[in-house]
T-cell receptor, first 110, second 118 residues
């Protein structure tokens, strides 16, 4: 099993829709979780950090399920500008324990 | 945003060339990282420096040589690269307080250098 696993997509959704991605992780000792957004040929940019059960920022909600070892990202009222690849990052303790997923591609369609 | 800058943004080099990538962070962070991102693969950590001292080298080939002269600057020296080294090279920085980075330690990335090796 991969340390961090994401569905590569693409998820094609209409504008205004709600979409959710999951990210599963294998290390039960993982302490913190991050969602980054990466536009085509650009650098990853931090979207959200999750240290406990979840976090919310506007249209974006991240929820952590420690029992099932996954973290989800929910995007409400999708905008065209949300089209990007969303990277899940898991920190199991320290710089040497940071693992990136391969990303989930989202395409919001007009 | 100019928290972490990288130059050059694009680089094409032959297998016999020597070149260097530069990264600078303006966030007052203590740790800096080099990552390699190839198509359809997760980010691969190459090197980590904390307070100018290398603390991690993920079995990277010796044709990649990092240098960290101070906590704000990081270089990646390249020589005799192979075509499979073509990728996006990303620099990142984080607060990175020793002795063990806190689990809340968050990395911020530069725009990357897109490298093509002919």
């Amino acid at each position: 099993r991969k340390e961090v696993e994401q569905d590569p997509g693409p998820f094609n959704v209409p504008e205004g829709a709600t979409v959710a991605f999951n990210c599963t992780y294998s290390n039960s000792a993982s302490q913190s979780f991050f969602w980054y957004r990466q536009d085509c040929r650009k650098e990853p940019k931090l979207l959200m950090s999750v240290y406990s059960s979840g976090n919310e920022d506007g249209r974006f909600t991240a929820q952590l399920n420690r029992a099932s070892q996954y973290i989800s990202l929910l995007i409400r009222d999708s905008k065209l500008s949300d089209s990007a690849t969303y990277l899940c990052v898991v920190n199991s303790g320290g710089y040497q324990k940071v693992t990136f997923g391969t990303g989930t591609k989202l395409q919001v369609i007009p | 945003e100019t928290g972490v800058t990288q130059t050059p943004r694009h680089l094409v080099m032959g297998m016999t060339n020597k070149k260097s990538l530069k990264c600078e962070q303006h966030l007052g962070h203590n740790a800096m990282y080099w990552y390699k991102q190839s198509a359809k693969k997760p980010l691969e950590l190459m090197f980590v420096y904390s307070l100018e001292e290398r603390v991690e080298n993920n079995s990277v080939p010796s044709r990649f040589s990092p240098e960290c002269p101070n906590s704000s600057h990081l270089f990646l020296h390249l020589h005799t690269l192979q075509p499979e080294d073509s990728a996006l090279y990303l620099c990142a920085s984080s607060q990175g307080d020793l002795p063990l980075f806190d689990y809340t330690d968050t990395q911020y990335f530069g725009p990357g250098t897109r490298l093509t090796v002919l």
